[in-house]
């Protein structure tokens, strides 16, 4: 049986990479245009709250790209967080909170009061629009004067339901083929996690908190532009979109 210290955090890493790349082939290209940005605003060594972290993708390019950066990662979920405490261990510049973002008391785990940039993506479409609005006011407190907040996501513009059609069958009809050719989708990288000796555990409590699928929405992004200037954003605007993604860029 594999330990702890003994499991390859790295390949479970790289799992969870060409999972996530089944859904978003180009989901190299948000994370490189949000660290453009960070740079472009912030400089070199930013101090950042990795949001809805998970096994610490944000991270990972973040320290790779910024060396002199730290990062703060939240998330509730004990299977993906297993694996970003395993990946991380030993690092100074990374510090991970397990935490509930429906909890209004959440940012009171953190290690600090305020943040350069705050990052997260592919996380929060499982919220509603109501309990999302909430989190962009709290995120809101969080970030510093002159600071960001990102968010890549899934952003559909319900104005549009030719395109948006269109583009998810060409989209589904990819991950068909790729599945075909032996992708991993959610479900299957979840069933190989359940059966890892160190991961079995967490992985059996992350459904016990989630349940098999949450129900939340995809609002536009022009819904999360408005409501992060409401919050107290002085800016919000697209910075990089696909015909169903958009990473949006808020400026304190």
């Known amino acids: ?111 600090y009061d305020s943040y350069d940039a705050v990052l997260t993506a592919t996380a929060l479409h499982w919220l509603h629009s109501e309990p999302l609005a909430a989190l962009y006011g709290q995120v809101a407190e969080l970030v510093r004067d002159g600071g960001v907040f990102m968010n890549a996501d899934h952003m559909i513009d319900e104005t549009t339901p030719r395109i948006n059609a269109a583009e998810r069958a060409q989209r589904h009809a990819r991950m068909d083929q790729a599945k075909a050719d032996g992708a991993l989708d959610w479900a299957e990288w979840w069933q190989v996690a359940a059966q890892d000796p160190v991961l079995a555990g967490p992985t059996a409590r992350r459904f016990e908190i989630y349940g098999e699928h949450a129900d939340g929405e995809m609002p536009s992004p022009a819904w999360h532009a408005r409501v992060l200037r409401e919050k107290g954003f002085g800016e919000a605007r697209p910075v990089w979109c696909s015909p169903s993604d958009t990473l949006l860029l808020a400026v304190k």
């Open 1 to 111: 049986m594999t330990t702890r210290t003994e499991t390859d955090w790295q390949a479970w890493q790289e799992s969870w990479d060409r999972q996530q790349e089944w859904y978003m082939p180009d989901r190299e290209e948000r994370f490189r245009i949000m660290l453009d940005m960070v740079e472009a605003l912030l400089g070199p060594r930013p101090r950042v709250l990795d949001l809805a972290c998970g096994t610490g993708s944000i991270t990972a390019r973040l320290l790779a790209r910024f060396p002199e950066a730290t990062s703060t990662g939240v998330d509730l979920d004990p299977a993906l967080l297993a694996i970003a405490e395993g990946t991380f261990a030993g690092d100074d510049r990374v510090t991970f909170v397990t935490a509930d973002l429906k909890d209004p008391d959440w940012p009171t785990t953190l290690p």
